[in-house]
């Protein structure tokens, strides 16, 4: 099974910050990566597929980049409702999903 | 506009069997992949299971392998999860979605989910 690890874990940050955070595959996934974002109670939303494709409706400021084993999403300005967690995904291999990233305020 | 309602969640002994249903609307249902993805209490989130559009190609997490089974209905737009001998490390909310291929396999469309709970 390929295995994705997230870092950091959790993340505190304020209004405007830059935050980045990576997520290392255990083997090459090529661009077979994805991004979601999750708010308690509801369900993941789509933010970057393809490694570094914005889905549709989702703000520029969200960003990803990588390829092989090492990926980013990057949010360029923090925003009051970007505070969530973050998980990454590889469908290279069947499906996983990192452990999660936890965006708080700081 | 796309939907997918999940159904069939509740409380189950452990050994015990549910079947979760995922009725679909919005879109040409037997044109795409769909998957089933669960998330424990607390937890992140986890795969589940995964069938094609035509039920050709199933797959399964090893976690569930040999307890769980998927299957669909293209005439019902709806997609079928049956857990069987379950364990109190299945309880979770259990959400229904839709795969789709545009450089990569991704999910773009989630259902709201439902619980399963395995306890006695």
């Known amino acids: ?106 | 506009q796309v939907q997918l309602v999940e159904s069939g969640g509740g409380l189950v002994k452990p050994g015990g069997s549910l079947r979760l249903s995922c009725v679909a609307s919005g879109f040409s249902f037997s044109d795409y992949y769909m998957t089933w993805i669960r998330q424990a209490p607390g937890k992140g989130l986890e795969y589940v299971s995964y069938i094609s559009g035509e039920s050709t190609n199933t797959n399964f997490a090893d976690s569930v392998k040999g307890r769980f089974t998927i299957s669909r209905d293209n005439a019902e737009n709806s997609v079928y999860l049956q857990l069987n001998s379950l364990r109190s490390d299945d309880t979770a909310v259990y959400y229904c979605a839709r795969m789709v291929h545009m450089n990569c396999w991704y999910i773009d469309f989630w259902g709201q989910g439902t619980v399963v709970t395995v306890s006695s």
């Open chain 1, 1 to 106: 099974d390929i295995q994705l690890t997230q870092s950091p874990s959790s993340l505190s940050a304020s209004v405007g910050d830059r935050v980045i955070i990576t997520c290392r595959a255990s083997q090459t996934i090529d661009n077979y990566l994805n991004w979601y974002q999750q708010k308690p109670g509801k369900v993941p939303k789509l933010l970057i597929y393809a490694a570094s494709s914005l889905q549709s409706g989702v703000p520029s400021r969200f960003s990803g980049s990588g390829s092989g084993t090492d990926f980013t999403l990057t949010i360029s300005s923090l925003q009051p409702e970007d505070f969530a967690t973050y998980y990454c995904q590889q469908t290279f291999r069947t499906m996983t999903f990192g452990q999660g990233t936890r965006l708080e305020i700081k």
